[in-house]
């Protein structure tokens, strides 16, 4: 899911808390501890940052709604009871394999793994694609083909049982060449969709890459590690879930996005090597939407 969209979703539902609490914004901020300049920020739209983890929280308890509800990823406004007991912070930020974010990938060995992706899933990212995103989002190069590095390596480790499940419209943006892709060159475009298809064929059954109908299905992207967390990925940091409850309702989502994936896992590499066809097909004209 789009950052933007994310905290479009979170601004929706802080005005519909405002709107509730029958309180002025001075008061509501006070309740939830932060001033009303900040309030105005949030509910202003100008940015797509979220508020400080200790924030939602605050605010999440004050008027007993759920973080998943806040944060997009549900329509139950209910809280689990759990979660404020169970919420860590990881930066999104360092090298890769010395990050609390690979240590969770490593205890999860032997256990599935369910990624929802924020775009392009990192380890099937070409090093040309890579740096043209890093350009955008000002994230360490190294960094993140250290990453993508350290997820093919995971990956094809025999016990290795990884799910990824994302819009399908992402990848015939991406094919098109709009959005944060719009500079990026066909050529190069053709080549990332071509070494996608090879890695998911690659990589396959350990791998598995499956695409849901965006205009029909919602979701944040996050990773569920197995049974022991869900880490919810929303920009410069992780909100991870420990407790059993939050985390057997981010795993009953997945499994009802697996479900409405039009393109299976099996299906995903071929899918990827028609676009890249069309790339250069239609260099000058417009990709027909499959």
Avoid at 59 to 79: K, N, P, Q, T
Avoid at 87 to 110: C, N, P, R, V, Y
Avoid at 175 to 192: K, V
Avoid at 258 to 263: E, K, N, Q, T, V
């Amino acid at each position: 899911m789009d950052k933007r969209d994310l905290s479009g979703v979170f601004r929706d539902r802080l005005r519909l808390l405002l709107t509730r609490s029958d309180l002025n914004q001075s008061a509501f901020a006070a309740t939830v501890g932060i001033d009303r300049s900040a309030l105005s920020q949030l509910l202003s739209g100008t940015s797509t940052r979220l508020p400080r983890a200790e924030t939602l929280l605050n605010i999440a308890a004050r008027f007993e709604v759920s973080l998943d509800w806040m944060l997009g990823l549900s329509h139950d406004e209910g809280v689990t009871g759990e979660i404020r007991e169970s919420l860590e912070i990881e930066e999104a930020s360092g090298g890769f394999d010395q990050t609390l974010l690979a240590k969770w990938h490593a205890e999860a060995i032997g256990t599935k793994i369910r990624y929802v992706p924020a775009g392009i899933p990192d380890l099937l990212r070409t090093e040309a694609l890579v740096e043209y995103e890093s350009g955008i989002t000002n994230r360490s190069r190294e960094t993140q083909i250290d990453e993508t590095q350290y997820r093919i390596d995971y990956n094809r480790r025999p016990e290795t049982d990884m799910e990824v499940c994302m819009p399908r419209h992402t990848l015939e943006i991406f094919a098109r060449g709009l959005g944060i892709w719009s500079g990026f060159p066909p050529a190069a475009r053709r080549a990332q969709l071509l070494y996608m298809a090879h890695l998911l064929e690659d990589l396959y059954p350990t791998f598995r890459l499956f695409l849901y109908d965006g205009r029909a299905r919602y979701s944040i992207p996050y990773t569920i590690f197995g049974p022991y967390r869900a880490a919810i990925y929303v920009g410069d940091m992780y909100l991870v879930l420990s407790a059993a409850q939050p985390i057997q309702k981010f795993t009953r989502h997945f499994d009802n996005l697996i479900r409405a994936a039009d393109i299976n896992a099996h299906e995903a590499g071929n899918f990827a090597r028609q676009l890249a066809e069309m790339v250069i097909a239609t260099d000058t004209a417009d990709i027909d939407i499959i």
